[in-house]
């Protein structure tokens, strides 16, 4: 079905008031959990053939965070819907004041092939329990995931609910139709075209973006805890994950200690993916070769051995890198880490404060008003304190990001609002 007949079939549908009742968000929901039942065989075999991930994985990573958001949306959607009541400040004892909540009408969601389950179905989860209809654009890197995540929408509803974008159409096109919000997960230079488009109907926009990620390792961090997690982090999809730290920043005196754990714990985890024919391979020849040349333009590095046939690149690390080194100017989305080591904290922070807000940010300490510190210094999205990603994997925390890594939070309540419009009424009771 042609796009602008889909879009106005939904705008026809939302018209009608069925999709704001809660028994129908709440049936909605359980023919989405019974569907995902009905097809996890397909959609596990699926990602492994095309991304090469293992069932290990996609369960740890995709699978259970869209379980816990469906669970939650279906034990929270009549508190989250609720009317509220406000105060009006104590002078008019006479007049009631509501907050009603209300769906916006028509969402498109445009996900990335990395992480495509969630990416794809845990904002529909948050718009599907706001009331709203929803178009899901998968992206068409991952031609095969795409189809069954399509093929997964159109069995557990009516496309005049719910539709998934089996067709390559081309963003010029998809964005040049009104919609009354857009989610979007991508790099920084699609989301300018989103915004730019949005503005012609000025649509509320939501952009989950990348950036370069800094991970923080100072000198009381537990080193091998501290190496394990990054490792697990980094290698997660061979480092394609907006959720991967992109740099590490290194006490100097704790850098040759750090390096030798930090290689046995990617030794050991690339081991374990390979040995489950789990280890992620680089998308396209494009970003494989552009990792490639890093990797070949780097003075020192360790690993980085690469499958040019099957677009696969082990762990590589870059022990002394620089602000200034070439893999500090874009993110790098891949399995190298470059690590610089520095001596004063605060001058390598204020390198940091210098370059784009990061989605996430990680630190490793044992000094908790250390650790607390820098998260109240540095400005970034969300991240953890002696963990790596952990952070996006809790239905009850907001995730987005800020500045260039995006806008815009959802997961658990912050999804649902996000996709709600709060109706403010006041009620003048002596009239």
Not at 29 to 37: F, G, I, Q, R, S
Not at 66 to 74: G, I, W
Request: charged residues 25%; aromatic residues 10%.
């Amino acid at each position: 079905m042609v796009l602008e007949h889909v879009l106005q079939s939904q705008r026809d549908y939302f018209a009608t008031g069925q999709t704001k009742s809660l028994s129908y968000r709440k049936e909605a929901l359980e023919n989405l959990a019974k569907a995902l039942e009905e097809f996890r065989p397909t959609i596990f075999r699926t990602m492994k053939e095309e991304l090469h991930q293992s069932e290990e994985e996609i369960a740890a990573t995709e699978w259970k965070l869209v379980e816990d958001q469906l669970v939650l949306a279906m034990k929270e959607l009549k508190n989250w819907s609720a009317t509220t009541r406000a105060k009006d400040g104590g002078l008019f004892s006479s007049r009631e004041t509501l907050i009603k909540k209300e769906p916006l009408g028509v969402v498109l969601i445009i996900a990335p092939w990395c992480m495509p389950l969630s990416l794809c179905l845990v904002p529909m989860i948050s718009a599907m329990a706001a009331g709203n209809c929803v178009i899901v654009k998968p992206s068409k890197k991952a031609p095969k995931i795409r189809k069954v995540i399509c093929d997964l929408l159109e069995f557990a509803f009516d496309s005049h609910f719910v539709h998934g974008v089996k067709d390559d159409y081309n963003y010029d096109y998809i964005l040049k139709l009104r919609y009354d919000s857009i989610f979007f997960t991508g790099t920084a230079r699609v989301g300018r075209l989103v915004m730019r488009s949005a503005s012609e109907y000025l649509t509320p926009v939501t952009l989950q973006l990348g950036g370069k990620n800094p991970c923080i390792v100072d000198t009381s961090a537990n080193l091998k805890k501290a190496a394990n997690s990054i490792a697990n982090a980094k290698l997660t999809m061979a480092g394609q994950t907006y959720l991967a730290p992109d740099y590490l920043l290194v006490a100097d005196e704790i850098v040759e200690d750090f390096l030798d754990e930090l290689k046995e714990a990617l030794r050991n985890r690339y081991k374990v993916l390979k040995d489950q024919e789990g280890y992620g391979r680089i998308i396209d020849l494009h970003h494989f070769m552009r990792l490639m040349r890093l990797i070949e333009r780097e003075p020192e590095k360790w690993g980085g051995e690469a499958e040019d046939a099957t677009f696969t690149i082990g762990p590589a690390i870059f022990p002394q890198s620089s602000f200034g080194s070439d893999c500090m100017k874009e993110e790098i989305f891949g399995p190298i880490l470059p690590i610089i080591p520095y001596t004063n904290l605060e001058h390598a922070l204020d390198k940091v404060k210098e370059m784009p807000k990061a989605l996430c940010c990680y630190i490793f300490s044992s000094d908790k008003q250390l650790a607390e510190q820098l998260v109240e210094e540095l400005s970034f999205g969300g991240g953890c304190i002696n963990a790596c990603g952990d952070h996006f994997y809790n239905s009850h925390l907001p995730f987005g990001g800020v500045g260039n890594s995006g806008m815009g939070k959802y997961h658990g309540k912050a999804g649902f609002d996000l996709f709600t419009h709060e109706k403010g009424i006041l009620t003048n009771r002596q009239l």
